[in-house]
């Protein structure tokens, strides 16, 4: 099925004017996450919670690359997968799967992103992880859990595994698979995400450089939850948030269609 030329209609009047919001922000972050060349074609999947008391969620129309993707053309599923408002698209099975585990157990996981970014599986293979080498790893460390790869995450009898394995923290690295961040608000998880993104790049980077590491005394990685709070005011989000989408702005407005 060839995507959409024109945005779903009617969309933004059938919502409430809290979902419609949702939907802008998470269509700008799947915009985001193509213009950092996160993205691996239509494959992968970004979630938010849609505001209220019916555990609804959003996430991607399965074909669509994420530079099209628009507010409008988002897909509204229940907690059993089921579209919960028409749609031509259908959802990735293996997304459903996984962000309907996260969900399910975290009432704070109110957006789930899931990238198979390069430098985040090439970090994914390597037996110690994330190494605490780079000021952005202090913080990805002190939130930071493993997933031992499974196959394509298709079987329900994988979730509680990934509950367990992410429990109560922000990152989760899949094992030869990809990235994995969980936030309360979509702007936090964008830039947990970002910061991610860049460990296991200046990661690779380093180690192709070939020579010896200088790591971070874990003294300093034990503080990072504070530093966190006393230079961003919390994740990040709120501060950088507002740039991010002045720069969707320039590139390309209409991921609020």
């Not at 460990?199 to 939850?225: F, K, N, S, Y």
Request: charged share 20%; proline share 6%; with cysteine.
């Amino acid at each position: 099925m060839s995507p959409p030329t024109t945005p779903t209609p009617g969309v933004r009047e059938r919502v409430s004017r809290e979902e419609w919001d949702q939907r802008v922000a998470l269509a700008a972050a799947y915009r985001l996450v193509a213009l950092y060349r996160w993205d691996d074609l239509v494959f992968t999947h970004l979630s938010a919670r849609v505001p209220g008391p019916d555990h609804h969620f959003l996430i991607n129309p399965y074909g669509m690359l994420f530079d099209e993707i628009t507010a409008s053309s988002l897909v509204k599923v229940d907690r059993d997968g089921h579209k919960v408002m028409d749609s031509p698209y259908e959802v990735n099975p293996a997304g459903f799967v996984i962000h309907s585990a996260i969900h399910g157990a975290r009432e704070d996981a109110r957006c789930v992103l899931h990238v198979h970014s390069l430098n985040g599986i090439a970090v994914s293979a390597q037996p110690k992880g994330v190494l605490p080498i780079s000021q952005q790893s202090i913080f990805v460390l002190s939130s930071l859990g493993y997933h031992d790869y499974e196959g394509v995450a298709l079987r329900d009898d994988e979730k509680p595994r990934l509950v367990r394995d992410l429990g109560d923290k922000r990152f989760l690295m899949l094992r030869n698979h990809g990235l994995f961040t969980v936030a309360e608000s979509i702007p936090d998880a964008v830039v947990q995400l970002y910061v991610f993104e860049a460990t296991c790049a200046i990661q690779v980077r380093a180690q192709q450089a070939g020579g010896e590491l200088i790591t971070v005394d874990p003294r300093i990685v034990a503080t990072a939850q504070a530093q966190v709070q006393a230079v961003t005011r919390g994740l990040g989000g709120a501060l950088a948030w507002p740039g991010l989408l002045r720069r969707l702005e320039r590139v390309d407005p209409s991921y609020k269609d």
